[in-house]
């Protein structure tokens, strides 16, 4: 079992900067508008030769109400009808993507995500699913990681059983704090007993996994109250738990605005909250997975992460890296092969597109080997902790410490404060720089100088 995470907050001070999160390398911020739906096509043919399994990834941008933390691509709408056209053009992308692939490539992760999916009728979410069952080759049975996001105030028990008959087996729910005060000031009033009658209901059903999302940081927030909140999720037992840090960034995301930020906790208070946080959950059984993520020790990440197969790509930990990313949607972001591709963020533009029978491609990156090497790199270090220079020497035939010399004082450094040890065969991210190991990724990326960091959140 890798070793528990050890708290140094004199480190933490010193190496809590602001950088990626590292759902990809290069990260979206590289994305650039020479690369279009020609591009994804290519790809696409690429994908189909090499028989390459598939994740796909759709997103639902409908939420009735708003969240003032929230800074994902979302509609706020009470009108429901307002899913029809969106869902039209959906099924559209769905069958224009599907025909470039092979019949015999198996989707092997599902996620639909958003906004809020269960926003849609059960009739909606019945079409959709239908629609990809026609287009892709969805594994029958339990055999498919397939997850949906929930709002437990949009779930009840009939909506379960509809998820659950659709083929679903894992569900992600948003809770992020349950204390009264700091839920009325960004507006998102959810109670205990709404949590956790969805995960009664989708243990009942036999959800293979639930995850729950907290975040800490957020107005109103104290280390004492957060500690209840986090003592509650702990009696729910989830199989995994992402603990989120709040970035205010108001100038940014609009909805932020609504937030008093005098009623932000200090960051030494924040520190309080994330080092009582891991106490509590280290002590409730959790692993450490990295970069807020928690899990059981018999969760199919934790697994991975010991058996050093765990991958990561923009939909956070997986045990799916090996599969070509589709997504789908506004906003949506597809990684295929060397390609990273995302549909426009913006509603209008991407139904105008696809309404011209047109992909809704409007900006991405293709890898050039430096981007390949330097994605192995971080790859490596953010989910397995270690990374053996071995591994990149025999598959990019090169010399590491040659090709890396420039920043080998870096390195040095960190490893004299105790982040990493560094020798001439490894880096090994000790436990006292497992919370802060984007740090150490953030040595590898070569584009981060040329990068604005208030895009950036902190890294604890």
């Known amino acids: 079992m890798l070793d528990t995470i050890r708290w140094d907050t004199d480190l933490i001070r010193r190496y809590d900067l602001a ?54 691509n979302k509609v706020i709408t009470k009108d429901r009808g307002r899913a029809l056209p969106y869902l039209q053009r959906l099924e559209q992308e769905i069958q224009l993507i599907a025909c470039h692939l092979d019949p015999g490539q198996t989707v092997e992760q599902l996620h639909l995500g958003g906004g809020t999916p269960t926003f849609l009728s059960h009739d909606e979410l019945r079409q959709l699913m239908a629609q990809l069952r026609k287009h892709f080759n969805l594994l029958e049975g339990d055999s498919g990681d397939y997850g949906i996001e929930i709002d437990p105030r949009e779930a009840d028990w009939s909506t379960m059983g509809l998820l659950r008959e659709l083929g679903f087996n894992r569900v992600s729910i948003g809770l992020q704090d349950l204390d009264p005060a700091v839920q009325r000031a960004v507006n998102r009033l959810q109670s205990l007993d709404e949590t956790r009658a969805v995960i009664d209901a989708a243990r009942t059903l036999q959800f293979r996994s639930i995850n729950i999302d907290l975040i800490y940081g957020l107005p109103k927030q104290t280390a004492e109250n957060f500690a209840r909140t986090v003592e509650e999720v702990i009696s729910l037992q989830p199989d995994r738990l992402s603990v989120f840090n709040y ?40 692993r450490y997975i990295g970069m807020d993520h928690f899990a059981l020790p018999d969760d199919d990440l934790a697994i991975a992460q010991e058996e050093s197969t765990l991958q990561r790509n923009f939909q956070g930990y997986t045990t799916h890296g090996h599969c070509d990313l589709i997504g789908l949607g506004v906003s949506a972001i597809s990684q295929i092969g060397d390609l990273y591709c995302q549909n426009s963020s913006d509603l209008t533009e991407y139904q105008n ?83 802060l190991v984007r740090s150490v990724c953030m040595v590898f990326d070569a584009y981060l100088e040329q990068q604005n960091r208030q895009r950036f959140s902190r890294v604890i």
């Open 247 to 286: 970035a205010h960034l108001p100038e940014r995301f609009m909805p932020q605005r609504r937030i008093n930020s005098q009623d932000l906790p200090s960051p030494a208070e924040k520190l309080q909250m994330l080092q009582r946080t891991i106490e509590q959950l280290t002590a409730a059984g959790y």
């Open 19 to 72: 950088g990626p999160r590292y759902t990809s390398y290069p990260t979206a911020v590289q994305f650039h508008s020479q690369v279009g739906s020609f591009d994804l096509l290519h790809a696409l043919r690429d994908s189909r030769k090499a028989q390459r399994p598939l994740s796909l990834y759709v997103h639902l941008p409908f939420c009735a109400n708003i969240c003032y933390y929230c800074a994902c």
């Open 353 to 435: 597109a696809l309404a011209s029978s047109q992909l809704g491609t409007s900006r991405g990156l293709i890898c050039n080997q430096d981007d390949r090497i330097r994605r192995e790199v971080i790859q490596q270090l953010i989910c397995n902790f270690r990374l053996d220079f071995a591994h990149i020497e025999h598959r990019f035939n090169l010399d590491f410490r040659g090709y890396f010399a420039e920043l080998w004082p870096q390195l040095m450094a960190m490893a004299d404060d105790g982040l990493i040890s560094l020798d001439s065969q490894r880096i090994e991210v000790l436990p006292a720089g497992r919370l």
